[in-house]
C-alpha cells in the first residue's frame, strides 16, 4: 500500500511563489507515476504536472512556465514549485500515484491566491 501527504499549501500573494510537496510511504516501488491535481469550488478536478518513472513531464497549458514538477529518485518525494502565481490557481492541489493496479491520493492542500 502507498500513503501519500501533501503540504506546503496555504495564502499567498499574486505574483509569489509557493513549493508543495508530497511525501510518500510504503510500497513506493510499484509507482510508474506521480502527479498534481487541482480542484477550484464548482470545477472538476484537474491535471497540473504529471512526471512518470523516465522523468516525463506534462503540464496543463495554464501553467507550462509558471509552475516545475519533480521528484526524488526513490518517489519519496514529489514537489510543485509554483512561480508567479495567478487568482486562478485557487485551488484544493491533490497528490495522486499511479499504481499498475490502482491510483492513490491525497488529502489535499488548500492553495489560496489573493492581495
Known amino acids: 500500500q502507498v500513503q501519500l501527504v501533501e503540504s506546503g499549501g496555504g495564502l499567498v500573494q499574486p505574483g509569489g511563489s509557493l513549493r508543495l510537496s508530497c511525501a510518500a510511504s510504503g510500497s513506493t516501488f510499484s509507482i510508474y507515476a506521480m502527479g498534481w491535481y487541482r480542484q477550484a469550488p464548482g470545477k472538476t478536478r484537474e491535471l497540473v504536472a504529471l512526471?512518470?518513472?523516465?522523468?516525463?513531464?506534462n503540464y496543463a497549458d495554464s501553467v507550462k512556465g509558471r509552475f516545475t514538477i519533480s521528484a526524488d529518485n526513490a518517489w519519496n518525494g514529489v514537489y510543485l514549485q509554483m512561480n508567479n502565481v495567478k487568482p486562478e490557481d485557487t485551488a484544493v492541489y491533490y497528490c495522486k500515484a499511479d499504481l499498475v493496479t490502482r491510483h492513490i491520493w491525497g488529502q489535499g492542500t488548500q492553495v489560496t491566491v489573493s492581495s
Open positions: 512526471i512518470t518513472n523516465r522523468a516525463n513531464t
